[in-house]
């Protein structure tokens, strides 16, 4: 006779799942002819479903493994049955009925029925997740496993079965159960069932503690009294089939209590030796942790010996791990009371096993594989990293005044969406003459389809643009060509895959727990983004100016621009106005970020998308940091180049740093016509533009000639100036377009605004395009050689009216900026800063100024960047405006620079007295080209003798047409 251990019962009725899980469902062994209905509990799992406004609006998703799976057998077959339905529709054959109580039921009829699979074919498993219905995909809420997994529900046969009610299990693939904590002395409540009477055996550890002959289920209550790794299996005899299920789970004795060693920091330190790191992880109030991973002798389990240690006051939690091999990766997680599974929140590789799979080998070669069987996202630790060989150590970036800043997604910039394509691509930047380039987020972030807003892993740079030596072979290239690199950061939240977030949250209200040392349980302003950082808390303080620090000093990153520093306040509010008043808190917060960057790194940018009240804004660009400017800069110069400028639609002057909209004291007004956040100019352009007979802004000639136009008045205004990507070329996609083009209506609809946008780097062989990057890289290259000039305070303007001009003065250089923004003619009436001949900067043209109120006839769109000394300056694409209005007159010499097989194409709106002559780029006339009177249309006209034995050089054609002329720029080489 076999001696139990006591406290043991064993029932010989039939299987009764009585305890609350994720799933559950009736027949318990069900049969693939079998009708099933399957219950839902939206308390438990990953709650996508918890607390659902609309109970009545809950379907399922639904399918079946079988012996024809692929994908290691997990592959959903006969997705859905008969209904053939889509991922979101509102099916009625698929809808679930509530039960009440985050409830949620629904009843298959014949399983091998409803879903249609051929006899012969077995069905292995039901594939299933509850969700609402919503026309948009992407939005779908689902009801799923803890770690956002798929649900499974076993098909079993004739053959006896067995598995465990209790402890509840997780409906995983591989079921396993709900996680445990127990600790030595505990007792555990076990009850298992089988689908036929069998001889049925409880063991622990090896050894029987319970048997039961010819029963249904059995149970039993047994005393944990050893620490470590257990096993429990229930066993189902009948005749010679012999069946298991098992529960593994740790037990724990006591947690070690040490002191941090000496030196030590949050997160991974590598110590000299390339064999041992010790981990630290700053999680206060827990019971215990420990490491599992790939670690010698670990594999994924937890084990007594890699328990961490517990520091006396509590807070933290450390251990050494040694024995590992130099420049060998390690994948682990930290097991944290048991139960939750989180990668260290200072890891500089994750590894993620719902995105990996979607980077390319030519993004990131040789990227380690997820480890199989694990569930979550895992660190990586790697001893004697290979190393980046920096090539510029002292780069020194522009003065912040002169920045030019270059905004980019890499996401969007390259179909690549690789650092070594962004490497390969730096001499077009080089060529546009900008000095700065500001990366959208890249440290790692919530999927890989993303503009970065969503950050999980602050130390980590994200996986789907590269490897981090790659990124640090793109900052040294920018530095190599004299361009900074500015970060963006996002320190006013983070989202639910962050481990700071994960640490402690509450699962019941979905929310950060009140204790979270990191977060605000609810954000206190009047609207923000993700879970709210507490940026008074002493751990988000060190965990920030870690951060800074770390891509400073590993990166060599030239500064930061920081996402919605608006919403780094605990301050109450409830409105705009109130979110966006003066609040000291806020900026004492910025400025001990500000001392703790300029201490060891004085002349970091920092840009803050601030967008607080004026005086607040005031009161930090007194301080060092540069601002953003906004929306209203967007949509003045979007109004001026549509051709709106009635009711102040256009005014131009909050991009003047000291104007009456801004009262800055210093040029620290980071002005921008678009950003990522704002609309293309050349979008509503094109669909909205103004018009004037045959004069059209819809006209994309017209409209990208306003675009030049606008960079007249923009580039030539002091301070740091932005451009976001592709605007040099006119980029005309909209923000808010899906990838397929189309446009949610009504206009504004936000839906596909963060949807991949193509580069279309075709635009490039648009001459017409080409032309606008020409005249812009002109700009940018005057701004930055004339730094005197334009870092001058000496400046006035007139930015209100449809005409408008920029004037501005130093000792070594004057310049005059004016542009007629309606669309019709009209006259500057403006006085230059002394009399003589001035000089178009873009064209050579030159003219005769008074010094006092004179007279400047324009056409629509018409501008330009006057300078009292003569600058020479190379904007050779020829204006291809053949296709303008009818009215009014267009020449192209075409190819330019130009040879043998050089032409003059005209193009006149009547017959009219046409003449050419060739200048010099001081004005002086070489020769006559062409005179005489042409007929209306196209006429074209050969160059060839007329530039033959021209010394190399840039020369003027000026071409006059009754009371219209043009210069063309033609270079000689």
């Not at 109450?572 to 000291?584: G, K, L, R, V």
């Not at 996609?733 to 206009?747: G, V």
């Amino acid at each position: 006779m076999k001696r139990l251990l006591p406290g043991l019962l064993v029932l010989l009725c039939a299987p009764v799942f009585s305890f609350a899980q994720l799933l559950t469902w009736t027949p318990a062994f069900p049969k693939d002819n079998d009708n099933i209905t399957i219950v839902l509990d939206a308390t438990k799992g990953n709650q996508g479903l918890n607390n659902y406004s609309n109970p009545n609006n809950i379907y399922v998703h639904i399918g079946v493994t079988t012996n024809l799976s692929n994908n290691g057998g997990q592959q959903w077959l006969y997705v859905n049955g008969s209904t053939g339905a889509s991922w979101g529709s509102a099916t009625p054959a698929l809808k679930a009925t509530s039960l009440g109580n985050n409830k949620y039921q629904y009843t298959i009829t014949n399983i091998r029925s409803f879903f249609g699979v051929p006899a012969g074919e077995t069905i292995q498993k039901i594939g299933i997740l509850f969700r609402d219905a919503n026309a948009n995909p992407d939005l779908v809420k689902k009801a799923a496993n803890a770690d956002g997994s798929d649900m499974f529900i076993p098909i079993y046969t004739n053959d006896v079965a067995i598995r465990f009610s209790a402890p509840p299990f997780q409906p995983i693939f591989v079921p396993a159960p709900e996680p445990l904590t127990k600790t030595v002395n505990d007792n555990i409540s076990l009850t298992a069932n089988s689908n036929k009477a069998a001889t049925l055996n409880l063991y622990l550890n090896g050894t029987l503690i319970q048997t039961a002959a010819g029963a249904t289920t059995i149970s039993a209550n047994p005393t944990l009294t050893a620490g470590g790794n257990t096993t429990i299996i229930a066993e189902a005899v009948d005749g010679a089939t012999v069946t298991k299920d098992s529960v593994k789970f740790f037990v724990t004795g006591g947690v070690p209590v040490a002191p941090l060693p000496a030196g030590v920091r949050d997160g991974i330190n590598y110590l000299p030796n390339n064999t041992s790191v010790v981990l630290v992880l700053y999680a206060p109030g827990k019971n215990r942790v420990s490491v599992i991973g790939e670690f010698p002798g670990n594999n994924w389990t937890e084990q007594i010996s890699n328990q961490m240690n517990k520091t006396p006051d509590g807070n933290y939690w450390w251990l050494q791990i040694d024995g590992l091999t130099a420049g060998t990766e390690y994948a682990f997680q930290y097991l944290v009371d048991g139960t939750l599974k989180i990668a260290d929140p200072y890891t500089e590789k994750v590894l993620d096993p719902a995105n990996d799979g979607s980077i390319p080998a030519d993004v990131y070669p040789n990227l380690k594989s997820y480890p199989a069987g694990q569930t979550g996202i895992v660190s990586i630790v790697q001893t004697a990293a290979p190393a980046y060989a920096w090539k510029n150590n002292s780069f020194n970036g522009p003065d912040k005044r002169n920045l030019i800043i270059y905004e980019v997604l890499i996401r969007d910039f390259t179909d690549a969406h690789r650092w070594q394509t962004m490497i390969d691509t730096l001499s077009y930047l080089q060529r546009l003459g900008i000095n700065a380039v500001e990366l959208m987020p890249v440290t790692e972030f919530e999927g890989n389809d993303s503009w970065g807003y969503n950050p999980s892993f602050s130390f980590a740079p994200d996986k789907y643009y590269g490897t981090k030596n790659k990124l640090k072979e793109f900052i040294d290239s920018c530095h190599s060509k004299q361009i900074a690199v500015i970060m963006d950061v996002v320190p006013n939240h983070c989202y639910g895959q962050s481990p700071l977030a994960q640490l402690y949250w509450n699962a019941t209200l979905n929310r950060p727990a009140a204790n979270n040392p990191w977060l605000n349980e609810v954000q206190p302003h009047a609207f923000g983004f993700g879970n709210d950082f507490n940026h008074e808390s002493a751990a988000t303080k060190y965990f920030w100016k870690r951060m800074f620090d770390f891509w400073l000093r590993e990166y060599k990153m030239d500064g930061f621009r920081m996402d919605f520093t608006k919403g780094l306040t605990q301050k109450p509010s409830t409105n705009d106005a109130e979110f966006s008043a003066y609040d000291q808190s806020r900026v004492d917060i910025l400025r001990t970020y500000a001392d703790t960057i300029w201490k060891y790194f004085p002349s970091s940018y920092i840009i803050l998308e601030h967008l607080a009240a004026t005086n607040e804004e005031q009161a930090l660009q007194n301080m060092g940091f540069l601002l953003w400017g906004g929306k209203r800069e967007n949509v003045a110069y979007n109004e001026a180049t549509m051709g709106y400028n009635d009711n102040n639609k256009s005014n131009f002057s909050s991009v003047v740093y000291n104007s009456s909209e801004r009262g800055f004291a210093n040029p620290h007004l980071v002005g921008y016509m678009e950003s990522h956040d704002e609309e293309r100019l050349m979008y509503k352009n094109i669909a909205f533009g103004n018009s004037s007979g045959t004069y059209s802004v819809k006209n994309d000639s017209i409209a990208l000639r306003r675009m030049e136009a606008a960079s007249s008045l923009f580039f030539t205004i002091p301070g740091p100036k932005m451009v976001w990507e592709f605007g040099e070329r006119g980029y005309d996609k909209s923000i808010f377009a899906c990838t397929d083009n189309s446009i949610p209506q009504p206009y504004g609809n936000e839906e596909c605004k963060l949807s991949r946008k193509e580069p279309r780097w075709q635009y490039m062989q648009d001459i017409k395009r080409k032309r606008l990057y020409d005249v812009t890289a002109a700009l940018i290259k005057l701004r930055t050689t004339q730094t005197t000039l334009f870092n001058s305070t000496d400046f006035s303007y007139n930015l209100v009216n449809a005409v408008k001009y920029f004037k501005i003065n130093s000792t070594d250089l004057n310049a005059l900026v004016v542009a007629n923004f309606d669309v019709v003619p009209s006259n500057a009436s403006v006085s230059f800063q002394g009399s003589g001949t001035w000089y178009d900067y873009l064209t050579g043209a030159t003219i005769t100024a008074t010094g006092a109120l004179q007279t400047i006839p324009l056409q629509p769109g018409e501008y330009h960047v006057y300078l009292n000394k003569n600058i020479v300056n190379a904007v050779t694409t020829p204006v291809t405006d053949i296709d303008r209005p009818d009215n009014v007159l267009a020449a192209v010499v075409y190819p330019n620079p130009a040879s043998a097989a050089s032409v003059l194409r005209l193009k006149l709106p009547e017959a009219t007295q046409v003449n050419a002559e060739l200048q010099t780029i001081q004005g002086q006339v070489i020769r006559q080209v062409f005179s005489g009177k042409l007929s209306a249309g196209e006429h074209r006209v050969a160059l060839t003798d007329k530039i033959n034995n021209l010394a190399a050089g840039i020369y003027l054609l000026k071409i006059n047409a009754d009371r219209q002329h043009q210069y063309i720029k033609i270079l000689i080489p």
